[in-house]
């Protein structure tokens, strides 16, 4: 995984209304994408005012696993938790210490990578 900021999607959402910029503007900075002084005050604000959390490489106890034969992707953050996608449905499942906890239908992909974002800070705070 390369480097980048995680914040979840209501963050993303102020970043936008804070700085008056679109959505790809505030994905392009907080993915390293863009190198400029606005992309470097959404990144700080990201992180000092929302939470936000920095990546930089391969993010241990993180794996991807695409079962074609059950037609799921599971992916791994640690110990304890983990996301499943139905790939007939379109459905996500949130599981910590194997029970669920969130389930969502029929996100887009910028929709599951918000929640990717918010259940990686979730591993990270439940491993600290």
């Known amino acids: 995984m ?16 804070v700085f008056g910029v679109s959505r790809v503007t ?6 390293y994408e863009s190198e400029n002084d606005l992309a470097r ?21 993180f794996e991807t696993i695409h ?3 059950n037609r799921i992707t599971t992916q791994t953050f640690g110990p304890r938790v983990k ?24 996100l887009s992909l910028s929709e599951f990578m918000s929640v990717q974002g ?5 591993a990270l705070s439940l491993n600290s």
């Open 67 to 69: 079962n074609t034969a």
């Open 26 to 31: 505030v994905w392009k900075a907080l993915n």
């Open 83 to 106: 996301i499943i996608l139905y790939w007939d449905t379109n459905r996500t499942a949130v599981l910590v210490d194997g029970e669920v906890r969130r389930i969502e239908d029929g």
């Open 41 to 61: 005050k959404i990144r700080f604000a990201a992180v000092k005012e929302m939470g936000g959390v920095e990546i930089n490489g391969p993010l241990p106890g």
């Open 118 to 122: 918010e259940v990686y800070k979730l």
């Open 2 to 17: 390369k480097r980048q900021i995680v914040i979840d999607s209501e963050a993303r959402k102020k970043l936008q209304e």
